[in-house]
């Protein structure tokens, strides 16, 4: 049984190996035994991954773990198979607005080319102006918010044209 | 110690977070009924479950509730407050606000309205400490004329940095090395100035190349009497604004250090000030040191100086307010130690320190005696744009520097507040950093490391362990790893 993670946008196979007497899970081809922990609900407990403790704190959120431990925060989601078909590539080919705000100036038009890293336009939000850049190298199909219209987080400001055969 | 009794028996707090919790604290050991105030979005804030009696405000928005005056000013008059506390930010340093809460027979807790406009205006506040023999920075005077500005800027030579007369936060703020930037420069410093402060004035000064920032905590007792509670090092900033501060400020030399103080104390004692204030400078590495304002309240980073001191800052602006004079002598100044304080705000240090928005989904608060963790946080709670984005203060002490850098290294691992985007991790690279360690500081830290500072990759190990342990929350897999009799695990986990 092989689950799918995405973790800071890298997906990573974790594979159920054996269940007994310990289970032992494969990680993108590591090996590993774990314990099942007392407890898995929203706060701090110890795991034990292959006989060694490890303390964490955790935090289940509608679609995702959110795990921190040594001082690092690490969220991580599982990967809906019946979801990924249509999702495939979806990040690369869209700009979503990181907070809710403003446009404050528009760098590029429909239809110009790009490249990764680009400034596509400068957006506001709480006083604070940053730039909105292209994902990947692609041609700008639609731009949906003109200079001084407003968008909530998460909500998709700029459209890719479609690329045939991508592969991310 | 006090013998008298205080004349306030209840008194309004016109701030919200974790400053108007701050408040409550002394209020409750001092035995007055504290008032809170909030927009109706912050009903069930932390402040107001704390408070003896909370009045909500009406407002467009939060924001806009709590800059109301008038109507915090009916609010106190309505519920019987004797003083209204401001916290900081706000109506703190509003000349205005603390003359209309002064003529409604109420105290308002900080200088007189004319102190506040005083220093309130940085050309004002600069004529007036270089009358007094404290240092500032040579600078150029703000004209309407901006070619006789240029012209006369020139002079003083580059770098220069360019400021709003009545600004902060480092709006309307830069920095300009060559005089072909200069007009252009100004122009676009006046219009953000007219912008955040509807006045677009703007001065020039000489620019302190990798400069620290020191300021001196002082209190005054309205009459002329002003004492020092040593000095704090606010040099860690981004984005213009301090997100780490430490009492006192590392490898300073003594001498510098009471050269530094004793023209605060000069200062405060001219002003006849009455309040706590932070008496701001800037230092240069050959130790030539500028003032650059005073802050007329309590400010953010004050429980550092608590800290080392063992002084309660707010129960001395309540004594002073009370006209109980300062609560001890300069030489009754007793520093213990070495404090930090971590701002701890909802921000993407890799893209910028973007403000986050999110909610807290889980909440773990570090404990230990050499801790304070200042917030009014609830697991639950919705992080919105309503506010700063600063969630909470994290205040470490320790017997000397290095156990408070320990300390609050310690504090910071042990900080949870997940589902939300925090800089808590970013704070553990920055305190860790040899650099910071070394007590090498300036203002420009955070660009000058920025690559050390950055978010590493995961190792192989904290990627697996990551993995596991996300794993191990999704129902999907514990059902298969070990829930379901083999045979029936393996139809497949998507079947529901």
């Known amino acids: ?168 | 110690m006090t013998a008298r009794a205080l004349p306030f028996k209840k008194i309004l707090i016109a701030n919200r977070g974790e400053i108007a919790v701050r408040v409550i604290r002394t209020l409750n050991e001092l035995g007055i009924a504290s008032v809170a105030v909030h927009h109706r979005v912050e009903k069930r804030a932390k402040h107001v479950r704390l408070a003896f009696e909370a009045i909500e405000l009406e407002g467009a928005s939060p924001v806009a509730a709590h800059l109301d005056g008038p109507q915090i000013i009916k609010a106190a008059l309505h519920c019987g407050a004797d003083a209204i506390h401001p916290g900081y930010g706000f109506l703190s340093e509003n000349a205005g606000f603390a003359q209309a809460v002064a003529d409604a027979g109420i105290t308002f807790i900080g200088p007189s309205a004319d102190t506040i406009s005083l220093m309130g205006d940085k050309i004002s506040a600069r004529n007036f400490a270089e009358e007094r023999g404290v240092p500032v920075a040579p600078s150029v005077m703000p004209t309407d004329d901006l070619d006789a500005f240029a012209a006369a800027a020139e002079k003083i030579g580059f770098p220069l940095l360019i400021k709003a007369a009545a600004g902060g936060g480092g709006k309307g703020m830069s920095i300009v090395r060559e005089a072909s930037q200069l007009k252009e420069a100004a122009r676009i410093a006046a219009s953000e100035a007219q912008r955040y402060f509807n006045d677009g004035r703007v001065y020039a000064e000489v620019y302190v190349e990798k400069p620290r920032h020191i300021e001196v905590q002082v209190l005054g007792d309205g009459k002329g009497n002003a004492i020092h509670l040593m000095e704090r090092e606010c040099s860690v900033q981004r984005r213009f604004q301090k997100i780490i501060e430490e009492a006192p400020a590392a490898n300073l030399p003594a001498a510098l250090r009471d050269e530094i103080c004793a023209s605060a104390v000069r200062l405060a004692a001219a002003a006849n000030y009455k309040n706590a204030g932070t008496v701001e400078y800037i230092l240069g590495a050959d130790g030539r040191f500028f003032f650059l304002e005073m802050n007329t309240r309590l400010q953010v980073e004050h429980p550092v100086t608590e800290m080392i001191t063992g002084l309660d800052l707010v129960k001395a602006q309540i004594e002073i307010a009370a006209d109980f004079g300062l609560p001890l002598t300069q030489d009754q100044v007793r520093a213990n130690g070495h404090s930090i304080e971590c701002r701890i705000c909802a921000e993407d240090p890799d893209s910028n320190f973007m403000p986050e928005t999110g909610s807290i989904d889980y909440l773990g608060v570090p404990e230990g005696p050499h801790l304070r963790f200042e917030n009014a946080l609830d697991s639950g709670q919705k992080v919105t744009t309503d506010f700063d984005p600063m969630l909470a203060k994290l205040v470490a002490h320790g017997a000397d520097r290095d156990a408070a850098i320990a300390n609050t290294i310690e504090a910071l691992k042990d900080l949870e507040i997940l589902g939300v985007k925090t800089n808590t991790d970013y704070l553990i690279r920055v305190v860790g950093h040899p650099a910071f360690v070394a007590g090498e500081l300036h203002t420009g830290f955070i660009p000058q490391y920025a690559g050390d500072l950055a978010t590493a990759k995961l190792t192989t190990e904290e990627l697996d362990k990551a993995l596991i342990a996300a794993a191990l929350g999704f129902k999907e897999f514990r059902d298969i790893a070990f829930g379901l009799p083999e045979p029936h695990a393996s139809i497949g986990y998507w079947r529901n």
Not at chain 1, 111 to 130: A, N, P, Y
Request: cysteine-free; charged content about 30%.
């Open chain 1, 1 to 168: 049984m092989t689950f799918k993670l995405d973790l800071e946008g890298e997906r990573h196979l974790v594979e159920i190996v054996r269940r007994r007497p310990h289970l032992v899970i494969r990680i993108d081809g590591r090996e590993h035994e774990v314990n099942e922990p007392g407890s898995v609900d929203s706060g701090r407990h110890t795991l034990e991954i292959g006989g060694k403790p490890l303390r964490i704190a955790r935090a289940h959120t509608a679609k995702s773990q959110i795990i921190r431990f040594g001082g690092r925060t690490i969220e991580v989601t599982l990967v809906d198979p019946r979801s990924e078909a249509v999702n495939s590539g979806a990040s690369a080919s869209q700009i979503r607005a990181p907070m809710p705000g403003s446009v404050v100036s528009i760098q590029k038009s429909v239809g110009d080319s790009v490249s990764r890293g680009e400034t596509i336009l400068t957006i506001e939000s709480m006083k604070l102006q940053t730039a909105l850049t292209a994902p990947r190298d692609g041609v700008i199909a639609e731009i949906l918010r003109r200079e001084g219209e407003t968008f909530d987080k998460d909500e998709v400001v700029v459209r890719f044209e479609d690329v045939s055969g991508e592969g991310q």
